[in-house]
């Protein structure tokens, strides 16, 4: 006999949908985040890429034919602004995937084996906590130079994931003690289908809502390595467009505060949106909240 089909607010992606329209603030966020995004990937297939420098018109004004005026070069801010968020973007996306991934992969596995392999997991990631992010970062892109994008998203990913790790193991311990993974046990399913097949997909929402809040951390990561100086110059990004601001000394220039303000803006933004979307994403798949 069939299995009835699941109606559209019982799915996944209809709980997705209730949840952040029922939430105005996560509704509003989501639809920021995605404006920004449209901002910055398709916002470069409208504008002139080839942005020429101009000696005659450096550091102007904002006017109808430079929206934000122009920066040191004589190059048109806005072209840049639009240029420049999708690099962190993509970037902090990917490297939230690979922080998730590896929290997910090693909290199932201390989780749910305990013993010894959980011993070993809890040391190194007791290691990894004790090591300020940050800073590991700072040496790891000071001693490869010229580091590819997706070299960043690597070195951000891999010191994004312990404390997220520790949040997926206590989750799983939980849960293979409910009556479904007895019952998975007794069919000798085998610890990796009773994991991925039983226990993940009851994680499902947790492990979206940290993933969303794991690219904002990592976007911030990124942005910052790029204030400071310590990534190539080649790729625009707004984290450049703060340093390169700053090593112009746009505080002695009023003039100078679009090309400065503009990637700020974004950022926070993008990082306000993001938040309530969690939020909302929260109120979608909890459990204990969809109640209310």
């Given amino acids: 006999m069939a299995k009835p089909r699941k109606q559209f607010g019982e799915t996944f992606l209809g709980r997705l949908w209730t949840g952040l329209t029922r939430s105005s ?9 995605l404006a920004i995004v449209l901002f910055s990937f398709v916002g470069p297939l409208l504008v002139d890429q080839d942005n020429p420098t101009d000696t ?53 596995i201390a989780g749910y084996f305990r013993g010894r ?3 070993v997991l809890l040391q190194l990631t007791d290691v990894t906590v004790t090591i300020p992010q940050f800073l590991l970062m700072l ?4 001693f490869f130079e010229d580091i590819p994008p997706w070299g960043i998203s690597i070195v951000v990913g891999s010191t994004m994931w312990a404390f997220l790790f520790r949040s997926i193991r206590a989750q799983v311990m939980s849960l293979k003690e409910r009556e479904f993974v007895e019952a998975a046990r007794l069919q000798n399913l085998g610890p990796a289908r009773i994991v991925f ?15 969303v809040i794991s690219v904002n951390q990592a976007i911030y990561a990124i942005v910052g390595l790029y204030v400071l100086g310590l990534m190539p110059s080649g790729t625009p990004n707004w984290g450049l467009m703060i340093h390169q601001s700053w090593g112009q000394n746009f505080y002695l220039n009023p003039i100078a505060l679009p090309f400065v303000v503009a990637p700020l803006i974004m950022i926070v933004l993008f990082t306000i949106g993001l938040v309530t979307m969690g939020r909302g994403l929260d109120q979608a798949l909890n459990p204990r909240l969809r109640e209310r």
């Fill in 117 to 119: 392999v959980d011993a």
């Fill in 56 to 108: 005659t018109q450096i550091w102007t004004e904002p006017s109808a034919e430079h929206w934000l005026g122009t920066q040191y070069e004589g190059k048109d801010t806005f072209t840049i602004l639009v240029n420049s968020g999708a690099q962190p973007i993509w970037v902090g996306t990917l490297a939230a995937l690979m922080a998730v991934f590896i929290a997910v992969a090693l909290g199932s």
């Fill in 139 to 142: 040496a790891v892109v000071a």
């Fill in 197 to 211: 097949r039983e226990i993940l997909p009851n994680m499902a929402g947790f492990i979206f809502v940290n993933f």
């Fill in 25 to 33: 603030a996560g509704f509003a966020g989501t639809l920021l985040v």
